[in-house]
């Protein structure tokens, strides 16, 4: 069964640092993968996307993220961390053609000053 | 505007109770599910659609009812509202196709006593 795995519950990073979190993924066939952001009692934003060629995926607020078939992972990087980019974060994979997501248990992430 | 709306935004519930919670899309889509956010656990789908007409069962199915009996309308149903119901509820909708971008409701907080 395919299945999405964030295996950091909780991150922290003091503000200015370098970030990465982690992905990964579990399907047989080519994978669709996302990650999402959720601040504190607010809804679901898509920050990028992968479907398809290059394997480093750039998004919105600086973030990025890398497709690594061989390591069936696709993590989120970010340079240079700011506090407001404290919230919550879901990796997910599209589950075939059906409008589907199956989500990881998502990272929750805090910036030290 | 365009999107995904569901209502109502919260919700306390007593035990047994029932109550709808409403998804509508004006967006023409196909696909439409509901998932429930739980902390530690992402967000796990209860009900998905492909079309008017036709819905299935996510991982998450118990104690919930939905139907499509038209394109933009995706209700979920609690049938007898359990404190384990407790969650905060998104639907989505997108186009048929892998590459259409998903669109997320705001989400419902419901809270059964």
């Known amino acids: 069964a395919q299945s999405v795995t964030q295996p950091d519950i909780h991150i922290t990073v003091s503000e200015g640092a370098s970030l990465e979190l982690r992905c990964n993924y579990s399907?047989?066939?080519?994978?669709?993968l996302f990650w999402y952001v959720q601040s504190p009692g607010q809804g679901l934003q898509l920050l990028l996307k992968y479907f398809s060629g290059d394997t480093l995926v750039q998004g919105i607020k600086g973030f990025e993220a890398e497709f690594k078939r061989s390591q069936s992972s696709f993590n989120l990087r970010k340079p240079s961390v700011h506090w407001s980019d404290a919230a919550e974060y879901f990796c997910?994979?599209?589950?075939?053609?059906?409008?589907?997501?199956?989500f990881g248990q998502g990272t929750t992430l805090q910036v030290k000053p | 505007n365009a999107g995904v709306t569901q209502t109502p935004k919260f919700q306390v519930l007593k035990t047994g109770q029932s109550m709808t919670l409403q998804c509508a899309q004006d967006m023409n889509h196909e696909y439409m599910s509901w998932y429930r956010q739980d902390p530690g656990m992402g967000l796990r789908l209860i009900h998905y659609s492909v079309g008017a007409g036709i819905t299935d069962q996510g991982e998450v199915p118990n104690g919930y009812n939905v139907s499509r009996s038209t394109t933009e309308d995706f209700p979920l149903r609690l049938l007898s509202a359990a404190p384990s119901q407790t969650s905060v509820y998104f639907c989505?909708?997108?186009?048929?196709?892998?590459?259409?971008?998903?669109?997320f409701g705001e989400g419902s907080w419901l809270t059964v006593v």
């Open positions: 399907y047989g066939a080519t994978p669709y």
């Open positions: 997910a994979a599209y589950h075939g053609n059906t409008g589907k997501l199956i």
């Open positions: 989505a909708s997108s186009s048929k196709g892998l590459l259409n971008t998903i669109y």
